[in-house]
């Protein structure tokens, strides 16, 4: 089982890495709606500081939604899908393997490119380590989110437009949640709680995510 999930995760890796354009695209269109959400507002770096936190997060939003349609859709078009739900190895365990690399490729670089896009929002250095715990911990609950919508629209055609009507109201409460830490932080509230709050919904993503998305891609395939 754990042979089956480590080769799928390096097959995924390697994929990620002969596109590397592709790879890139995600964390250009964030910075992209960072820069053009600077040049609207303007050279008010107050107002700016008070968004930062909510432009930050709707920038990683968009741009994971971006690269949601490639996560299963390239491996139903070349009939690898159908492998993986004949495989051996438990269909949430593989689930699992494909949406930790989609983490690892696109999320993952979205985290660490956060201090780039709260310099350019004027985020004040001291509440750069609130929002990248923020993405640390609830990034993971919207891949997870995003991997079942994704699934559930595999095989439809525009799958984009759908996949964002689907996923765009369940990111709410999490954007909520994050978006709401970095602000109490921005005030001198503690953290704590709404931190333990990110964490246990990433630890119920982690655990439910692969048996709703192994249903959702049975579904989807029908």
């Known amino acids: ?3 089956a999930f480590f080769a799928l995760l390096g097959r995924d890796l390697k994929l990620a890495m002969r596109r590397r354009f592709d790879l890139l695209q995600p964390l250009y269109f964030a910075l992209l709606v960072c820069l053009l959400t600077t ?3 303007g050279p008010e770096p107050a107002l700016l500081g008070r968004l930062a936190a909510a432009v930050t997060w709707i920038a990683v939003l968009l741009a994971l939604l971006l690269a949601l349609d490639g996560l299963f859709r390239p491996d139903a078009e070349d009939g690898s899908l159908e492998l993986m739900l004949t495989a051996p190895a438990p269909l949430p365990v593989l689930v699992f393997a494909k949406v930790l690399a989609f983490w690892l490729v696109v999320m993952l670089p979205l985290i660490v490119c956060a201090p780039l ?3 350019m929002l004027h985020l004040p250095g001291t509440q750069w380590l609130p929002l990248l715990l923020t993405l640390l911990l609830a990034t993971p609950c919207l891949a997870w989110l995003g991997a079942i919508c994704a ?3 595999v ?8 996949l964002a ?6 990111t709410v409460p999490v954007l909520i949640a994050a978006i709401g830490t970095v602000d109490a932080a921005l005030q001198g509230l503690p953290m704590r ?3 333990l709050l990110l964490g246990a919904g990433a630890i119920a993503a982690c655990s439910i995510g692969p048996f709703a998305c192994a249903v959702a891609l049975r ?3 029908r």
């Open 151 to 153: 699934a559930l629209t």
């Open 1 to 3: 089982m754990m042979r």
């Open 117 to 119: 896009f709260a310099s």
């Open 39 to 41: 040049l609207a507002i």
């Open 219 to 221: 579904l989807g395939l």
């Open 193 to 195: 709680s709404p931190l």
């Open 165 to 170: 009507l689907l996923l765009l109201p369940l």
């Open 155 to 162: 095989q439809a055609r525009r799958g984009g437009a759908l």
